[in-house]
């Protein structure tokens, strides 16, 4: 008999995981999303001109940019997932306005030149039966004549433009067609298309305390679904780190209320270091009582790789502060084309300063790849840097917006980044995948995200007594923004959960192998099409209610933009990639360049080039990231 004893075969933990259940953390994820950059440009558009545009991020000028986004993102959305089906349809635009002018002939009185003189109730009803029979035909005649879409669409894209002029002159005898409010129902249709809302009329004194507490409450949430989908779970639960996140909790509503109790400058200060220890407290203590410890954090050594990108960035940081520091101008009547003095400089400045942060973020990310002392100490780096520059910020700027409200969100982003790179440095990364985790980390950023959004909807849409005194100029927000949240909302559960949306991506794929595996291609393409054209209706309703008059020319060549703003939200041109909530970032990022060019004084023809460059590097990125999509598959 044999004494050797047979070896117990080693407990698998879970970094021993197959490697097919391997976990792709959630900034991974992250940046396989198509919309991505989107957003990301979305956000830096808007950094820029708030910089060097003074209207622009004032509630006024918010109102403005999504009331052009509105009726532009609509149909954004409805061609997005057209595109996504892999088709396309030029007769968008024309057809938005020829539902409007339809609508409105129906309601003229009949001894008006032969208008048919129905009742809005009949009216509007018959326009969408009209504009589903036009997508209907454009689906049937791509599907039975294998033309390509662009062709047949073309084609209806003539025939509406003419229809418009021809019947606008035949009935009225011009090519303006009005009005609405002749129509029978008008009382009860307008409020559904054309209502608004009137933030100088809506006051509420706890605007800033409701606005304070539901944007920290959903950021937070937010953060701790990052930290679930991130950090290890602990095999037992720390019930000292409970304690220590209910303490950090209890410090940060504090600090809430000392910011809200009390005024001015001391007061602010005060409140904003209680809310910075508590925050970071809870989040410690949260970590602590679920998450894994980090037993090897590495040595904080950069090699020359990290130290290059990171003096590099750090040096065009200061030359950004040093650039911003000699043109420190105060004639804002000046111009250094095609700029005002401010302008250019706060450009200058916001251009050293990004190209800066970009080395920065290279040098962290090579840095991670050292070890998790070395990330930390970068990321550590870029926080102070953060808050030196908010300091030169408040000191320096001739502009309010920079004195004010760029210092808090600076020293806020600051704070962000310290607390992640030390709680990054404790705790040990998630290497497996775990449903439950993943349901849990996607439910907290569902509502961290509509608790932020209650919170600055708050802050818009209601006005307060200093505010008043202030003589800000009014902002209305009309029904428009409200429709065109509800539709890409919509359009996003049916593209993400629906058989439809499965659908569609499949027949933009692969027509054919679609139909092989029983996907109604044909059925799909043509629902696609009634979808946009169901959209150009709704956009003519919208129209035809708040101009109450239309012109035969509504519309044309907007189409071009539709698929401008669907392809910069992360479409490809292609089909079978994308998503509708990027075609609605494609929008607003248009409709910042719409109103924030002006807004800057520069001539509007600015515009046209700023779309055509928009659009070269949003195709660029989409095959990025669609060639990154697809590896990480």
């Known amino acids: 008999m044999s004494d050797t004893v047979a070896a117990e075969p080693a407990a698998v933990t879970p970094d021993d995981a197959d490697e097919r259940l391997a976990y792709r953390g959630v900034f991974q994820r992250l940046f396989i999303r198509p919309e991505l950059g989107a957003m990301i440009g979305a956000v830096g558009i808007w950094v820029f001109f708030w910089a060097v545009a003074i209207p622009f991020g004032t509630a006024n000028g918010t109102a403005g940019i999504l009331d052009v986004a509105a009726t532009l993102g609509i149909m954004a959305v409805a061609v997005s997932m057209l595109m996504i089906g892999g088709e396309f349809d030029l007769s968008s635009g024309a057809n938005t306005g020829a539902m409007g002018i339809l609508m409105i002939l129906l309601v003229k009185e009949t001894g008006d030149l032969g208008g048919a003189g129905l009742s809005l109730w009949l009216a509007i009803p018959i326009s969408f039966l009209v504009a589903m029979g036009i997508g209907y035909f454009n689906g049937w005649m791509v599907e039975k004549t294998a033309l390509p879409s662009f062709i047949i669409t073309l084609a209806t894209f003539f025939v509406l433009r003419g229809a418009k002029l021809g019947f606008s002159k035949l009935i009225v005898d011009q090519i303006q067609v009005g009005r609405t409010d002749e129509g029978q129902g008008y009382d009860f249709w307008r409020p559904i298309f054309a209502a608004e809302w009137d933030r100088t009329t809506h006051q509420f004194e706890g605007r800033d305390t409701v606005y304070t507490i539901a944007v920290l409450g959903g950021l937070s949430l937010i953060a701790l679904a990052v930290y679930e989908m991130h950090f290890r779970t602990a095999e037992k639960r720390q019930s000292a780190g409970m304690i220590e996140f209910v303490v950090g909790v209890a410090v940060t509503i504090a600090g809430i209320v000392t910011l809200h109790v009390t005024d001015g400058y001391g007061g602010n200060w005060a409140g904003g270091l209680i809310i910075a220890v508590g925050a970071f407290v809870a989040l410690h203590g949260y970590a602590t009582w679920l998450f894994e410890p980090l037993r090897d954090r590495g040595t904080a050594e950069l090699n020359s790789k990290v130290r290059k990108f990171v003096g590099l960035g750090a040096l065009s940081v200061l030359a950004g502060v040093i650039v911003a520091a000699a043109l420190d101008a105060y004639d804002e009547s000046s111009f250094i084309f095609p700029f005002t003095v401010q302008g250019f400089r706060a450009t200058l400045f916001l251009v050293f300063v990004g190209a800066g942060y970009a080395l920065l973020a290279i040098g962290a990310y090579e840095a991670k790849r050292t070890s998790p002392a070395s990330k930390t100490l970068v990321s550590l780096l870029i926080a102070a840097i953060t808050v030196a520059l908010a300091f030169f910020v408040q000191s320096e700027s ?116 679609s139909r092989q595996v029983g996907v109604p291609a044909a059925r799909t393409k043509t629902q696609l099409f009634m979808i946009v054209s169901g959209s150009a209706w709704l956009v003519g309703m919208l129209l035809a209610f708040r101009l109450n008059t239309i012109q035969a020319g509504t519309g044309d060549g907007l189409e071009f933009q539709y698929i401008i703003a669907a392809v910069v939200g992360g479409t490809l041109l292609t089909g079978g990639y994308g998503s509708a909530f990027g075609g609605a970032i494609g929008a607003l990022i248009i409709s910042m360049a719409t109103l924030g060019i002006p807004s800057a004084r520069w001539n509007s023809d600015w515009r046209f080039l700023f779309l055509g460059v928009i659009l070269l590097l949003a195709v660029i990125a989409n095959r990025s990231i669609r060639t990154r999509a697809e590896s990480l598959r």
């Open 398 to 513: 001739e502009s309010e917006k920079f004195r004010s409200e760029a210092f808090s969100v600076m020293l806020v982003v600051a704070l962000l980044i310290a607390v992640w790179a030390v709680l990054g440095s404790l705790f040990a990364e998630r290497r497996t995948s775990d449903p439950r985790v993943e349901s849990l980390g996607a439910k907290l950023i569902g509502a961290g995200m509509v608790l932020t959004a209650i919170g600055f909807a708050v802050k818009l849409l209601y006005t307060t007594e200093a505010e008043i005194a202030a003589g800000l100029p009014p902002a209305k927000f009309s029904m428009r923004i409200v429709w065109f949240l509800g539709v890409t909302a919509v359009m996003t559960w049916v593209l993400a959960k629906s058989r439809f949306g499965s659908w569609t991506f499949a027949v933009g794929g692969n027509k054919e192998a």
